[in-house]
């Protein structure tokens, strides 16, 4: 897969993985991000066929010098990976601040807007491209543990895709929605109550998910996958529940 990608957030995470992900399957990656340090960390896990571009992308004139950096350095992005993405910690409605919300819309909803919005003119000369987004299972269902910002973000995303599929199907550009469940990465440190080790480990991975974008970027262009929703097997959210029904079997065996 000798194509460009540009991931963002990629410096830690799902967006670290699916940067490693694809230059194994042979691409050149630009790893964008706000931290140079952990963006050098990812490219040392690479070799030649990374940049960094560093960017903060809740400043939209970041994300157009960011992507001209890139484009000057590996020519035209092929596949862009919209991964980056916040929460904060006092996100619920009794405590969350004007300036948050406005912060995770900025980078959840805005930047995977005029990341798209930048790539999209090349890939449309070209007749060809290949949109990622790490959007969430928030995005398919209300999940109150993600909060109301960062719902509300990440549903946008889900529709700004559907969206991209419509119009932009015509010239060869199709939009692919990821929705992870749980995924044991740094984001779940900032959760009010941060799940426990226990239930880290049965919690999906950063790898997972990356595996999931390669295969959907790896069909042929004619096919789009549309949304993915990528959940734990065994899901801490009704796990409870299907102990109970399990334990409930057991009993009602041994009574005969
Ligand atoms: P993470 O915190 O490791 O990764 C998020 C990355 O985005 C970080 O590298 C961070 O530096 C970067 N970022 C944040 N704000 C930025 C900004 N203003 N400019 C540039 N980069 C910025 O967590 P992750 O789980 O790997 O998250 C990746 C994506 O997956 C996010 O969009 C997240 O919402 C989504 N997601 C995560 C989970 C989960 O349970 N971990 C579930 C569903 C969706």
Redesign the pocket.
């Known amino acids: 897969m000798d194509r460009v990608v540009w991931v ?10 699916t940067a490693v992900a694809f230059a194994k399957m042979g691409a050149r990656v630009a790893l ?4 140079t340090e ?1 963006l050098a960390d990812t490219a040392a896990m690479i070799g030649d066929a990374a940049i960094v571009v ?6 939209p004139a ?1 994300i157009t010098r960011a992507h001209a950096a890139v484009v000057a350095s590996l020519g035209p992005v092929e596949v862009l990976v ?6 904060t910690r006092h996100r619920h409605w009794h405590e969350l601040a004007p300036e948050a919300m406005a ?1 995770m819309m ?3 909803l805005r ?1 995977p807007f005029l990341c798209s919005m930048a790539v999209l003119p090349a890939m449309r000369e070209r007749k060809t491209g290949t949109l990622i987004h ?5 995005a398919v269902t209300m999940f109150p543990a ?1 909060g109301p910002a ?1 719902g509300a973000s ?1 549903a946008g995303v889900s529709m700004m895709s559907a969206h991209l599929n419509a119009e932009e199907g015509i010239h060869g550009i199709r939009s692919i929605c ?13 959760r009010p109550k941060p799940p426990s080790a226990e239930d880290r480990a049965l ?2 991975h ?1 790898d997972d ?1 990356a595996a999931a974008a390669v295969f959907a970027a790896s069909l042929p262009g004619r096919a789009t996958v549309a949304d993915m929703t990528i959940l734990a097997t065994d899901n801490q959210i009704w796990r409870p529940f299907a102990r109970g029904i399990a334990q409930t079997a057991v009993q009602a065996n041994a009574k005969g």
């Open positions: 963002t957030g990629a410096g830690s995470g799902i967006g670290r993985a964008t991000g706000r931290r952990a560093a960017a903060d992308l809740s400043d970041e919209n991964n980056a993405g916040s929460n912060t900025d980078v959840n930047a790490i959007a969430s299972v928030s993600s960062y990440k990821i929705n992870p469940g749980e995924v044991a990465t740094e984001i779940l440190d900032r919690m999906l950063a998910i």
